[in-house]
């Protein structure tokens, strides 16, 4: 089969070479197409449903929102679990789905309970689906902000309302239109309101109460169609206008009459542009602002929509108004683009290096750069390859690739081909002629094929266990895992068709058949001791096993970390305040940070999002601001060699300085990330479910406390719930009731006062704003005031008292039938819940703890035992178990069973290629002995295990069995020519010293820039180059020595005669059994 | 290469079993220096909770933040020393204002007969004695002048010119509006507060004119439908600002106390529903959970927990009790 591949590659030569460039140019398109992203995906499946309700508590948006959402959606088909959090003003409910769910069905089938379960829902409930996007979306924040000292066109200061206004009416409009982005959200700044304030005592006076105002405006606002006439032969459309067009318009509504007169709106309220009650704010630089976060549509090319944003943005830009401008903060091309040059930088610099190597070695500059054109070639056919299976470009899937390890097969065969072809001249004391060029040619690549072949392969099971890895680890890891082996898929198709095809064609005239200098003194050094390592196999063949224990202890010594973070360049810090923080202090306490993050020279500008946005994509409360700390470029820092991690240790020092606020520091992406995915992020969760929230805290008490006791917790936390200030008014019934009052009508004139009461809008072009009936401000914030609010009393039928006075005295009755709200209601304040989470249509509370020192299984066994026998729980009431640790169990039990077989597979490949066991555990043990090299590295190196640096290890088994095996193979070739053991393998070993060296080479200097790299994708990089390194060179030291002592020792002179002859022994008895049938 | 590799002999096999020996020894001590090195264990990213201030669930515990000079300068604290003060506190009130009853005198003619002439209207200022109408009498058929019993204003003109005016009907209302009464309601919240001669400022809601004047009546019987009563106090008029039928607040000085220990109200922070004030002390900034006696809109008094003279935060004081509480913020979802 290869012998046929190869023979046809170098036959119709040019064929292949056009096909392969065809190929090359397909994967150009394709690399168009691609989308690129910094870091991987690893949102999961999930829509977001947010119900914004004005004013209600957490309990009530719970019991009126939350709960009737979330029975709706039980039953929905590739449900994963529902999860839902109510908070002041607004639920938000994430319906998860399991992975591989098409996102666009998930939302019809949402979409369609939504529908149903509208009804139930209290009236003027919004309620949405949140964007379609990922935790990649927001690629590109801007603010629009006013020049210093700029007026408006109509005279005046701008005011945070103005900006909000300018953002909401031009450019989100124009910004929604472009292609790519699915929402364009806002924060920061007022929605301007206009306000009817009126003045108590004067609605009072006039017997007007605050409903009677909502509604007059409610009612003398519309316009109204009244269809057509017919007039001479014309026809006339009727309408009577009637909406108001201006505060005045509002000023002169009428609201009732007083003895003929008639009561305005004008005569009992002000009505002022206002301010709405909002729910978040945004910060730059210590200044309030308008932000505006553009989000992607999921699978879009983050980096043209971000370029379409930029564009869109600067034509808008010239649609404001003189004075007002936009501010780019954050553009997610930044990112991108250094994720590009990374990667380009791994493509060049190993190309580079891999032509500079063989150079050196080869002595041959066409051979060469013939083995470098499978870099890209192979690159181009994995990004077809990623195309089609829906992977996206970014320093996970692209940066973790050697080209170094993916070139190896073709290294091999073209310094093979080069040996023959050189040896062939040598022999014939001529140039070749054309057929012999390509016999030769043929030959090389065929000696070495199939070892190469089935070398690449082993490269690629052993990245099988990785495509079982699942959640978070999977959706980062399987894209790289699957990149690299349609690199490498790619890389052997090229190895066997256009290497064999090129060679015939390029590597005409004279092949130099003398070594040069380089490959002469490492055999010169190579020799003496191969003969050392062979003679004294026992002691080499010990005191590599002493190595590799020593290894693998020291392994258990280093520390781990499950995921690397992927730098993004820039820092994101979470302020959490207590809660109960005012967003007016948060705010403040907001812009002090950003004042003094100013002065720390690394840093370019800071912004925040402060509360909930316009869009509740993440409902945070007014207590915790998600802060960006934009960095200047590296070239501008007065210390360019700073590392990050130095950099955040300071950003955390001098946040430290401003009292009030808890930080935890990440990055954009990766904070939106824990947003997204949420659940429990610590080992372990301890969910407790039920009904009372008391209750669920006690218990959930209980249990931490619990926990704490069993060895090795750590950072044990019960979910903040409870503590969220709140004024209680609670109306008096009996006091109502012998007033005639109902319990609604007095409930509603407490919400208009104090919330506001919505009485309509007004329209200005396409603009409209609310307008809103409230309280004024020292009015409705003044608790002494709002005890004294009057309420109107109903009229009763009551006796007639008789009126003793004289006529003139004004009836104390005419100061109106009014109580104060105080009277009738008990005000008080009280803690209350913060926030109400309920996990599949239950309420819970999260216990989460860390384990520290101990394994996790056995931490959980007891943690249940513990808490089984000792918190009783009440009927109704129940725990759930969640957290890390049952991603990290059932991933260690897949691993369990996919390590073992990836294992017999590589065994299985390296037995059908050597055809004997003894070869095949021979060239197996190559894996242990490379793993040592990785260990020291990272122990050096002082780096954690990672799963990056497991993935080095990975690549690393395989470039070793690589390796081995082609040392083998050719030793078997040597002995099967008829030459004894020992100078086989000492030929042998000689021969294919050149090869492995090359490979060793340029598989380890291709990792060289990543692992010294500071730059994006660097975390990743780093173990991962550390361990190639270390293991390559380790490696290759014991391929070469302790491969043949191994040989040597298992083998006797004769014995693969014996194997072999055994075979066809075997051969031939099948034979003849089947020829006696 | 024709060589044979040579066979070890039996001093070589000797030396290597030494090596091998030599090479399993220090293989074992370094696998023993290596069992006895500490893991290293990865900084955990996610907030390790190590920051100070009291965690706010403990109730006996003290509450005490420690704030270093870089993070005091932030804290743009303001510090005040609580002291004795004058709490005045106010009680607001709305009334309507109404004529004076004392001062209001109704004429009426002496004889029923026809009215001939009425000489003033209605909000014409009349002087005592000044006539006011003439009447024809019935009983005597002579005109006869019916006087001003008082000087004021008319307020109330009843009769037509030719009509029949009886003897037990008002021509016209006469009041004296250089004082008037201002009647307040007052809820039952308030009674305890309300007494006789406290002193109330009356504002007329539409200018801003303010008149003292002190509580002179509070009426014994209260308003069964508003379930109020009512207070009155005698508004000095002279210069004719109050019209009565308007509506006016009033302001009623229901206490003027000197407190030995006061401080501003934005001193007070609620820790688990208690009121605490932070006072600087040696250490640090302690939280101490007080009884609040009068307040008036500034200042209050405080009964216990302060003494007189210790330093106590009045601006900012919301950065002490973030700095309390921030232990338990968190955002999980």
Not at chain 1, 421 to 444: K, N, P, S
Request: proline share 5%; charged share 20%; aromatic share 6%.
């Amino acid at each position: 089969m290869i012998h046929r591949i190869v023979t046809f590659s170098v036959l119709q030569r040019w064929l292949v070479l056009f096909i392969s460039l065809g190929i090359g140019a397909f994967g150009v398109y394709n690399f168009l197409r691609l989308p690129i992203d910094a870091v991987p995906d690893i949102t999961n499946v999930q829509v977001q449903i947010n119900a914004v309700a004005p004013g209600y508590s957490p309990l009530e948006a719970e019991q009126r929102i939350a709960f009737p959402i979330e029975t709706e959606l039980g039953g929905l088909p590739r449900l994963s679990y529902t999860r839902s959090l109510s908070r002041y003003g607004l639920t938000q409910v994430t319906v998860v789905f399991e992975d591989g769910t098409d996102i666009y069905w998930a939302r019809t089938l949402v979409n369609e309970r939504l529908q149903q379960v509208k009804d139930e829902l209290p009236q003027g409930i919004e309620v949405a689906m949140g964007p379609i996007a990922t935790g990649l979306g927001e690629i590109y924040l801007y603010t629009v902000e006013a020049k210093e000292g700029a007026k408006r066109p109509e005279g005046g200061d701008y005011t945070p309302v103005d900006l909000r206004v300018l953002h909401d009416w031009v450019v989100k409009p124009q910004l929604r239109t472009v292609p790519g982005v699915v929402e364009v959200n806002s924060i920061g700044g007022f929605d301007r309101q206009l306000h009817v304030v009126p003045d108590p005592e004067r609605l009072t006076a006039y017997n007007i109460t605050l409903h009677h105002l909502v509604e007059a405006i409610a009612k003398n606002n519309a316009n109204v169609g009244a269809g057509y006439i017919e007039r001479n032969g014309e026809q006339y459309l009727v309408r009577t206008p009637g909406q108001v067009l201006s505060v005045d318009d509002i000023l002169s509504i009428p609201v009732g009459s007083h003895s003929g007169t008639p009561v305005r709106i004008g005569d009992v309220a002000r009505v002022e542009i206002g301010k709405e009650l909002r729910t978040g704010a945004a910060t730059h630089d210590g200044k309030e602002v308008v932000l505006g976060t553009a989000v992607m549509l999921i699978g879009e090319n983050s980096r043209t929509v971000s370029a379409r944003v930029a564009d869109k943005l600067k034509q808008i830009e010239k649609s404001l108004p003189d004075g007002a401008y936009i501010r780019t903060v954050y553009d997610r091309t930044n990112l991108v683009n250094a994720t590009i040059t990374t990667v380009r930088n791994n493509l060049i610099e190993g190309a580079l290096l891999v032509i500079a190597i063989l150079f050196l070695l080869l002595g041959n500059i066409r051979a060469a750069l013939l083995t470098a054109l499978v870099i890209p070639l192979s690159m181009l056919i994995a990004v077809t390859g990623m195309v089609e299976a829906r992977i996206s470009a970014n320093l996970m899937s692209l940066g973790a690739i050697d080209f170094g390890i993916i070139v190896d097969g073709a290294v091999i065969i073209v310094e093979n081909c080069l040996r023959l072809l050189a040896e062939r001249q040598h022999a014939l004391g001529r140039q070749l002629t054309r057929r012999e060029r390509f016999a030769t040619v043929i030959q090389a690549t065929k000696e070495v094929a199939t070892p190469s072949v089935f070398g690449s392969f082993i490269i690629m099971v052993v990245y099988l266990p990785i495509l079982t890895l699942t959640g978070v680890e999977g959706k980062m890891f399987i894209p790289m895992a699957l990149t690299v082996v349609m690199a490498l898929l790619g890389a052997m198709f090229l190895s066997l068709t256009f290497v064999p095809a090129s060679i015939a064609i390029f590597i005409t005239g004279k092949v130099s058949e003398k070594e040069n200098f380089l490959v002469r003194s490492a055999k010169a050094v190579y020799e003496p001791c191969l003969r050392f390592a062979v003679a004294q196999r026992a002691f080499i063949v010990t005191a590599a096993m002493v190595l590799v224990v020593l290894c693998g202890l020291w392994a258990t010594k280093l520390g781990t970390e499950f995921i690397p973070s992927l730098d993004e360049g820039d820092i994101a810090v979470q302020a959490l305040r207590v809660p109960g923080t005012s967003l007016t202090e948060s705010v403040r306490m907001q812009q002090q940070i950003e004042e003094r993050l100013r002065t720390v020279p690394e840093v370019k500008e800071s912004f925040a999002r402060i509360g909930t946005a316009e869009i509740a994509t993440d409902a945070m409360p007014p207590n915790i601001a998600d802060a960006y700390i934009m960095l200047k470029p590296r070239d501008q820092w007065p210390d360019q060699r700073k590392s990050k991690a130095k950099l955040v240790e300071e950003i955390q020092e001098v946040l430290e300085e401003i009292p009030g606020s808890n930080y935890e520091l990440s990055q954009p992406i990766q904070l939106r990330f824990n947003e997204l995915i949420a659940g429990v992020r610590a080992d372990i969760g301890v969910k407790v479910f039920g009904d009372d929230l008391d209750r669920l805290v006690e218990i959930a008490n209980r249990v931490s406390v619990v926990l704490q006791r069993v060895p090795g917790a750590a950072d044990v936390r019960v979910e903040q719930v409870t503590g969220l200030p709140v004024l209680s008014i609670r109306p008096d019934r009996a006091k109502l009731a012998r007033l005639g009052l109902n319990l609604q009508s007095v409930q509603e004139l407490i919400e208009t006062a104090i919330g506001g009461r919505v009485a309509g809008a007004l329209y200005e072009g396409d603009r409209r704003f609310k307008i809103l009936v409230r309280l004024p401000e020292d009015r409705r914030a003044d608790i002494e005031s709002l005890k004294r609010l009057p309420i109107a009393i109903p009229e009763q039928q009551a006796e007639k008292v008789v009126e003793a006075r004289p006529a003139y005295y004004i009836p104390e009755s005419k100061l109106g039938r009014f109580i104060a709200l105080g009277e009738i209601a008990e005000i008080s304040f009280a803690p209350g819940p913060n926030q109400v989470s309920r996990e599949n249509g239950k309420r819970r509370v999260v216990v989460s703890a860390n384990v520290r020192g101990r394994d996790l299984g056995s931490f959980v066994q007891e943690a249940q035992a513990a808490i089984g026998q000792q918190v009783q729980m009440p009927a109704g009431y129940w725990l759930g178990w969640g957290g890390q640790f049952e991603q990290l169990i059932s991933a260690s039990k897949r691993l369990a069973i996919v390590v073992p077989v990836a294992l017999a597979l590589i065994a299985l490949l390296l037995f059908t290629s050597l055809g004997s066991m003894k070869d095949a555990a021979i060239v197996f043990t190559g894996v242990p002995l490379a793993l040592t090299g990785g260990v020291a590295a990272l122990a050096l190196r002082d780096i954690p295990m990672s799963i990056s640096a497991g993935v080095g290890f990975i690549a690393l088994s395989g470039v070793a069995v690589l390796n081995g095996l082609v040392i083998i193979a050719f030793i078997k070739n040597l002995r099967r020519e008829g030459i004894p053991l020992d100078q086989a393998i000492h030929d042998g070993a000689m021969k294919r010293l050149r090869p492995v060296l090359m490979t060793a080479l340029v598989a380890s200097l291709g990792f060289v820039p990543m692992a010294i790299a500071v730059g994006a994708g660097a975390e990743v990089q780093r173990p991962l180059a550390t361990v190639v390194i270390g293991g390559i060179v380790s490696s290759t030291l014991l391929t070469l020595l302790v491969l043949p002592a191994l040989y040597r020792m298992f083998h006797r002179e004769g014995d693969l005669a014996m194997e072999e002859d055994l075979n066809l022994d075997e051969v031939e008895t099948i034979d003849a059994r089947s020829s006696a049938h | 290469m024709s060589e044979q590799p040579s066979k070890p002999s039996y001093a070589g096999k000797f030396l290597s079993g030494i090596a091998i020996i030599a090479v399993l020894t220090v293989g074992g001590l370094a696998g023993a220096y290596i069992m006895s090195v500490e893991k290293v264990v990865p900084k955990s990213g996610h907030g390790g909770g190590g920051h100070g201030g009291d965690d706010g669930h403990g109730h006996e515990e003290k509450i005490l933040v420690k704030l270093n000079a870089t993070q005091l300068k932030n804290a743009n604290l303001t510090i005040e020393r609580a002291s004795q003060t004058t709490i005045r506190e106010v009680l607001p009130l709305n009334g309507i204002i109404q004529p004076n009853e004392e001062r209001v005198v109704a004429v009426l003619p002496r004889f029923g007969g026809i009215v001939r002439s009425l000489s003033k209207r209605i909000g014409e200022t009349v002087k005592q004695g000044e006539v006011v109408a003439r009447i024809e009498s019935n009983e005597s058929l002579t005109q006869y002048d019916v006087v001003a019993p008082i000087g004021g204003t008319v307020i109330e003109r009843k009769s037509t010119l030719g009509e029949y005016a009886d003897k037990d009907r008002r021509l016209m209302v006469i009041a004296d509006l250089s004082t008037l009464w201002g009647d307040f309601r007052v809820y039952q919240q308030d009674f305890p507060k309300l007494q006789l001669g406290q002193k109330i400022t009356i504002r007329q809601s539409q200018n801003g004119t303010a008149k003292t004047s002190e509580i002179s009546y509070i009426s014994p019987i209260g308003q069964t439908d508003t379930q109020s009563m009512l207070a009155r106090a005698v508004i000095d008029n002279s210069e004719g600002v109050f019209r009565p039928g308007l509506y006016v607040t009033g302001r009623v000085q229901v206490s003027e106390q000197s407190v030995p220990v006061a401080i501003k109200q934005s001193a007070i922070q609620y820790i688990n529903s208690k009121p605490v004030v932070f006072v600087e002390g040696k250490e640090g900034f302690e939280g101490r959970e007080v009884e609040v006696g009068f307040k008036d809109d500034e200042m209050m008094e405080i009964l216990f927990g302060v003494v007189a003279g210790e330093k106590v935060v009045t601006g900012n004081s919301f950065v002490l009790r973030a700095e309390v509480g921030k232990g338990e913020a968190t955002h999980e979802h």
